[in-house]
């Protein structure tokens, strides 16, 4: 088992990780039967394809210092305490938004341990910058599952 990775192959994987995540969110976008749940995985195809770009441009050297700004986003923990469902072609939105939820979940932990083993530089902060682009996918599911699960009813 490979113990040390040089910068290119974090990077690699990375972006093959991004490729699936998106064939993944394009699959669950064609199974689902709710209209809204299918635009939401094409939301996150959308942003997936994003980080696959930026991955790949810095691979290439086009990205130099200063090119990513992170943001402050907050974790609601939901999925810390739901298990995945089964994915299903006739799954509940709800259930939709869990799975897609700790997909992110995943992403950020990965990105975040990556991120860990690495000294400061241009390289943690690229994957601090997609550990925290992947909790913000994280807070934004896991928000429309909360609207889903537990809807606002006319008494408050």
């Known amino acids: 088992m490979q ?9 690699e994987r990375a972006c093959q990780k991004e490729i699936l995540s998106q064939m993944l969110y394009k699959d669950l976008a064609q199974k689902m039967k709710k209209q809204e749940a299918a635009d939401a995985f094409n939301e996150l195809v ?19 210092e200063g090119g990513l700004s992170p943001e402050h986003v907050v974790d609601y923990k939901l999925v810390e305490k739901l298990e995945q469902p089964e994915i299903a ?15 992110e979940k995943m992403s950020h932990e990965l990105y975040s341990r990556l991120a860990a083993m690495h000294q400061s530089g241009r390289i943690k902060k690229l994957l601090k910058e997609l550990a925290s682009q992947e ?9 429309l599952y909360s609207e889903v699960a537990f809807p606002q009813t006319d008494g408050g």
């Open 3 to 11: 113990t040390t990775f040089t910068v290119h192959d974090i990077l």
């Open 89 to 103: 072609p006739d799954m509940e939105l709800k259930d939709v938004f869990l799975v897609a939820a700790h997909r």
């Open 46 to 64: 959308k942003q997936e394809f994003q980080h696959q770009l930026l991955i790949e441009k810095y691979i290439n050297g086009d990205i130099g």
């Open 135 to 143: 909790l913000k996918h994280k807070q934004i599911v896991e928000y």
